[in-house]
């Protein structure tokens, strides 16, 4: 007996009812990101190995996965290299290319690549897979989609603020409720300043990131790994811990970075997203019609954030960040162009189609494909029912003709397992009438009614 197929860990399969529920995602998605000026572009998935390492930092860089190269890859390597199995030696020599990691890095090239063609600034949105050589489990997957928008070529915070409305607008319209954290790069810089610990900002920064995950306890002891001394470690204890609401939040972390001038600079950012959003919206808090929280234990792991940074959990069940992004003033510079600051955010599609599954959420229209069924009696009514068909999909009607006479039990299971909602009918009697019975498949009522008269009850 054949062996059963099977797909590897950490990737799905998705029928038709799936991809009607992500279609779904990506339509909301792409139609809030156009209202704000936002243009399409796609990357290939594979890279370079030049273009993606060293750019998500120590960690990321463990979680790219590696291409093979075409044809006798090992006829470089002699028999001491392979005896001494040094990864990531016979890695460099091996491999080539890599699947992408994230679309920001591949976007960075982009743009490099194609300056002469962009008008910056430059708005892009992009719906692509990614690959992660991460541990499956809930909620983490090692090929998923990501939905980024990003613009390029512009200082102006303003970005950031339409950033944060975008991210609101598209939850609103899923009807998810979240929470939106916002915390700045400089915040981080400036406290590891004061605190003494200036060269340990990376360490900082990738430690307190985990706070959520595994606790005040342990982020210290991975910091005292790191090389802080206890004393700096007791400093950092009540800023990030630090409560309140986000303009006491601001208002005691500025004191305390009084003395950092880069610390100081990112409270004065936050500042300006956070009053800017709230002009717009006549005086609330925000414009928003979710939490926005300053959270000074949000650092994101990437090394490639320098200014404003932001992450997006549902309130509603339990799962991890759904949506994150932050500013990044050098990642062209890496590609040979400096000074192109850039800011975006990434909607994780697969984890908000797992909150949107557990909260259901999904518009029942949404899941609907197939909107009525010609039932198949034989080649005369098929005959008569086809150029019927074609004038109920030239008014943009989704309908489909049952391809063989099977029996009218079968054909209706069909219509049923297919969550159709209606079914046309048409026998001898139909066809003397020149009409058809529409027959409605939930309630079971069925009317007579001539071709136009059934567009206009389909419609």
């Known amino acids: ?62 979680l790219l996965f590696k291409i093979l190269n075409s044809g006798d890859y090992l006829n470089k390597i002699d028999d001491q290299e392979l005896t001494e199995r040094n990864t990531l030696r016979l890695a460099s020599k091996i491999c080539e290319k890599g699947l992408r990691y ?12 194609h300056r002469e063609e962009l008008q910056l600034p430059f708005k892009r949105y ?10 499956p489990q809930k909620g983490r997957y090692r090929e998923f989609y990501q939905f980024d928008g990003d613009v390029v070529g512009s200082d102006s915070l303003l970005n950031e603020v339409e950033l944060m409305q975008i991210v609101d607008t598209v939850f609103t319209r899923f009807g998810v409720r979240v929470q939106i954290k916002i915390n700045n790069r400089k915040i981080l810089t400036g406290i590891a300043e004061v605190i003494g610990a200036a060269d340990k900002i990376v360490d900082i920064t990738v430690a307190i990131d985990k706070l959520d995950k595994i606790g005040i306890d342990n982020v210290n002891a991975e910091l005292r790994e790191d090389g802080l ?47 800017t959003l709230g002009s717009v919206g006549s005086g609330s808090a925000t414009a928003l019609n979710n939490e926005l929280q300053l959270d000074l234990t949000l650092a994101r792991g990437l090394s490639y954030y320098t200014g404003a940074i932001f992450e997006v959990k549902a309130l509603d069940t339990p799962m991890g960040s759904i949506s994150g992004g932050g500013r990044y003033d050098n990642l062209t510079g890496i590609f040979g162009m400096p000074g192109l600051s850039g800011v975006g955010i990434s909607f994780g599609v697969d984890r908000i189609y797992d909150v949107l599954n557990a909260l259901d959420l999904y518009p029942k229209d949404s899941l609907q494909t197939t909107q009525v069924l010609f039932i198949n009696f034989g080649e005369k009514e098929t005959a008569y029912c086809l150029p019927i068909i074609n004038k109920v999909r030239a008014q943009g009607i989704r309908a489909e003709i049952y391809p063989d006479g099977a029996k009218m039990k079968k054909q209706m299971s069909y219509a049923n397992a297919k969550q159709i909602p209606f079914v046309v009918l048409a026998g001898e009697s139909e066809m003397e009438a020149g009409k058809v019975t529409l027959k409605n498949m ?18």
């Open 1 to 62: 007996m054949a062996q059963k197929p099977s797909i590897p860990k950490g990737t799905r399969d998705f029928g038709p009812v799936e991809m009607a529920k992500r279609n779904y995602i990506f339509n909301t998605i792409r139609s809030v990101y156009e209202l704000y000026g936002f243009q399409q572009i796609e990357t290939p998935a594979q890279e370079t190995l030049a273009t993606l390492m060293g750019k998500y930092g120590e960690e990321g860089d463990k």
């Open 102 to 113: 994230d679309l920001t890095v591949p976007f960075a090239r982009y743009v490099v690549m």
């Open 126 to 135: 992009q719906v692509q897979p990614v690959w992660r050589a991460d541990r």
């Open 229 to 275: 001394t206890d004393e700096q470690i007791q400093k950092l204890q009540p800023i990030i811990m630090l409560e309140g609401t986000n303009e006491e939040k601001l208002n005691t972390i500025a004191e305390v970075l009084k003395d950092s001038e880069t610390g100081l600079k990112g409270v004065e950012e936050l500042r300006y997203i956070l009053n």
């Open 442 to 459: 939930e309630t079971g009522e069925q009317v007579l009614v001539s071709p136009d008269e059934l567009i206009a009850k389909l419609s």
